[in-house]
C-alpha cells in the first residue's frame, strides 16, 4: 500500500511531505475529467479529532487548548480544507490524547459547530456535536474588573442568555458580556 502510494504521487508529481512522524500525501482525485490534487491527513490510532471548524477559529482551538505547548503530542492540523458540511473548514488530529468536558466547552465556545470525534484503534468510538452548554463554570473570566471572581479566588459562573449570538451573565456580579468580550481563562 505504501509503495503503491509513493508510485501514485511520482506518476502525477505529487509531493510527499512529514509531520512530526505522520506521513502526508497529495493525492490524485478525477474531478470533470481532470485531476485535482487533493490533500489527505493521515489516520490516528488513537486520540481526539476535533473536525469542522472554522476556519477562522482553528488556531484559536490549538491556542485555548494549550496544543503549541505540548512537544509530547503528535498534532495533524488542516486549514481552509473542503467540507460539503460548511464549505472551508479546519480540522485538528491530536494523536495519544483525549478531552476532557472543560476542553469541549472551550471548543464550543470558539467554535460551536464543531465535531468531536474520539478515536480508538483506527475506529471512531465516540462523536459529539460540540453545543454552548447553559452554565459555564471556570471557563471564562468576567469582564468586569469589580467582580468578584477578579478580586478574591473565586471559580467563575456564567449562564448562557443566548446561543446565537453568544451572550453569557455573570453569576455574581450580573455583568451580561458578548462574545467579543470573552476572555477564556
Given at each position: 500500500?505504501?509503495?503503491?502510494?509513493?508510485?501514485?504521487?511520482?506518476?502525477?508529481?505529487?509531493?510527499?511531505?512529514?509531520?512530526?512522524?505522520?506521513?502526508?500525501?497529495?493525492?490524485?482525485?478525477?474531478?470533470?475529467?481532470?485531476?485535482?490534487?487533493?490533500?489527505?491527513?493521515?489516520?490516528?490510532?488513537?486520540?481526539?479529532?476535533?473536525?469542522?471548524?472554522?476556519?477562522?477559529?482553528?488556531?484559536?482551538?490549538?491556542?485555548?487548548?494549550n496544543l503549541d505547548k505540548r512537544p509530547d503530542l503528535i498534532i495533524s492540523v488542516g486549514n481552509n480544507m473542503s467540507s460539503?458540511?460548511?464549505?472551508?473548514?479546519?480540522?485538528?488530529?491530536?494523536?495519544?490524547?483525549?478531552?476532557?468536558a472543560d476542553d469541549a466547552n472551550k471548543i464550543a465556545l470558539i467554535a460551536p459547530?464543531?465535531?468531536?470525534?474520539?478515536?480508538?484503534?483506527?475506529?471512531?468510538?465516540?462523536?459529539?456535536?460540540?453545543?454552548?452548554?447553559?452554565?459555564?463554570?471556570?471557563?471564562?473570566?468576567?469582564?468586569?474588573?469589580?467582580?468578584?471572581?477578579?478580586?478574591?479566588?473565586?471559580?467563575?459562573?456564567?449562564?448562557?442568555?443566548?446561543?446565537?449570538?453568544?451572550?453569557?451573565?455573570?453569576?455574581?456580579?450580573?455583568?451580561?458580556?458578548?462574545?467579543?468580550?470573552?476572555?477564556?481563562?
Amino acid at each position: 500500500m505504501k509503495q503503491q502510494n509513493q508510485k501514485k504521487a511520482k506518476l502525477f508529481g505529487s509531493r510527499k511531505l512529514s509531520f512530526r512522524g505522520i506521513k502526508n500525501f497529495w493525492v490524485p482525485k478525477k474531478h470533470g475529467g481532470v485531476f485535482l490534487k487533493e490533500y489527505k491527513i493521515s489516520a490516528i490510532s488513537e486520540g481526539t479529532v476535533i473536525d469542522h471548524i472554522t476556519p477562522e477559529a482553528t488556531f484559536k482551538v490549538i491556542e485555548i487548548l494549550n496544543l503549541d505547548k505540548r512537544p509530547d503530542l503528535i498534532i495533524s492540523v488542516g486549514n481552509n480544507m473542503s467540507s460539503k458540511q460548511i464549505g472551508k473548514k479546519g480540522i485538528i488530529k491530536i494523536s495519544g490524547s483525549f478531552l476532557g468536558a472543560d476542553d469541549a466547552n472551550k471548543i464550543a465556545l470558539i467554535a460551536p459547530n464543531a465535531t468531536l470525534n474520539i478515536i480508538k484503534n483506527f475506529k471512531v468510538t465516540e462523536k459529539k456535536q460540540l453545543k454552548i452548554p447553559e452554565k459555564i463554570e471556570g471557563i471564562v473570566k468576567c469582564f468586569n474588573p469589580n467582580c468578584i471572581t477578579n478580586v478574591e479566588r473565586v471559580p467563575t459562573k456564567f449562564t448562557v442568555t443566548s446561543r446565537d449570538p453568544l451572550k453569557l451573565l455573570c453569576a455574581y456580579c450580573e455583568r451580561r458580556m458578548k462574545r467579543e468580550d470573552i476572555i477564556l481563562l
